[in-house]
């Protein structure tokens, strides 16, 4: 298994909402061997709460059967930029103060996320990527690179994302940092700050990755029952399961904050305009069941975006069926690939 590198930029690292960081770090992995032409690699693109070991929580799309798998290809995934795994982030030491940034970190978008992939690709010294794949807020990151640099994927597989935040996504952040905000120790300069908004926050986003059926199935009780239900002590265990991960609380404000920057088509004349940049084959896979990226969403973009295959995966899980359906997925990016 391949350990956690990090590397390190001495210089300033400019953000799109202004202001910089004095210096960047991008906690990666890397899996396999990059062949002698460098075609053979595969950029990774993590979702908010995940980080770089990919192998670890995508298991099942990296077997040694897989389409893509570390006996092909060359796999890089990034902690992404303000996520507490390696990366910089408000729990990252200040270079200027010797402390934490906690709350002094700075706002950040999925664009600045993008620019630390690309310094850490130029490090690498990779020219190419011939896939890029990404799901949920892994697919907000592909969508913009590709956008970007027309040139740099031969391939994108996007699952369960879109290339604009949405009304609906937006309003469930806004409701999650409401529960962070009622925390009053948020703001604190500590490391366990905002606990208990970060709990409750968890268990509001559980709602939408999930859906009403899957929680019919799993967390059904006896029907005699008057209290301690299964679904009410499950989604009390997701919340503090993210606390016990070490996701303090301004560090998921501002992470949602960075997922509501998420378009684009901003500065590029709207989304239909933007993708006329796309270069890149394009495989949009949608989860029917899911509530966070509704497949009606889904199916409107498939008509935007040249040299695009969409399918659909069938799943109980909602949208978590992304990390889940890998045995579909895995037949449908083989085909597409191969």
């Known amino acids: 298994m391949s350990e956690k590198k990090i590397f390190k930029s001495q210089s300033p690292f400019a953000l799109e909402r202004g202001g910089e960081l004095a210096e960047l770090e991008v906690a990666y992995h890397t899996y396999g061997e990059l ?29 040694s059967h897989s389409a893509i798998n570390p006996k092909k290809h060359f796999i890089v995934c990034a902690n992404i930029l303000g996520s507490p795994y390696g990366t910089s982030s408000p729990l990252t030491i200040n270079s200027t103060t010797g402390k934490p940034y906690f709350t002094d970190f700075p ?46 994927f031969e391939k994108i597989i996007l699952i369960g ?4 935040e949405s009304p609906w996504r937006i309003s469930i952040h806004a409701t999650q940092r409401l529960a962070i905000e009622a925390d009053p120790t948020w703001r604190d ?3 366990d700050a905002g606990s208990a908004g970060v709990a409750t926050s968890r268990a509001i986003g559980m709602l939408s990755y999930r859906n009403h059926d899957i929680f019919g199935k799993t967390q059904s009780d006896d029907n005699e029952k008057l209290d301690d239900f299964n679904a009410d002590s499950y989604i009390r265990y997701q919340g503090q399961k993210l606390v016990k991960r070490n996701f303090q609380g301004y560090v998921l404000w501002n992470l949602t ?22 270069k890149s084959q394009v495989l949009q896979i949608a989860i029917t069941t899911d509530l966070l990226f509704p497949i009606e969403e889904q199916r409107t973009f498939k008509d ?35």
């Not at 062949?35 to 077997?63: I, P, R, Y």
């Not at 994302?161 to 604009?164: D, E, F, Q, Y």
């Not at 399918?311 to 889940?324: A, K, N, P, R, W």
């Open 35 to 63: 062949n002698s032409d460098k075609s053979n690699v595969v950029w990774v693109f993590h979702a908010l709460t995940a980080n770089s070991e990919c192998m670890d929580w995508w298991e099942g799309l990296f077997t």
């Open 107 to 152: 706002l950040i978008t999925i664009r600045d996320m993008v620019e630390a992939h690309k310094l850490l690709r130029d490090h690498l010294d990779i020219e190419r990527i011939a896939i890029g794949l990404g799901g949920s807020m892994g697919g907000f990151q592909t969508y913009e690179w590709a956008v970007q640099e027309p040139n740099t």
């Open 161 to 164: 994302t879109a290339p604009k």
């Open 189 to 191: 300069h500590k490391v």
């Open 257 to 278: 904050k960075a997922l509501d920057s998420h378009n684009v088509g901003r500065g590029r004349g709207g989304i239909e305009e933007a993708f006329k940049n796309l």
């Open 304 to 338: 935007w975006i040249p040299n695009m295959r969409y399918e659909e995966v069938d799943s109980f899980y909602g949208h978590d069926g992304f990390l889940t359906e890998t045995e579909k997925l895995n037949s449908i990016i083989e085909d597409f690939i191969s």
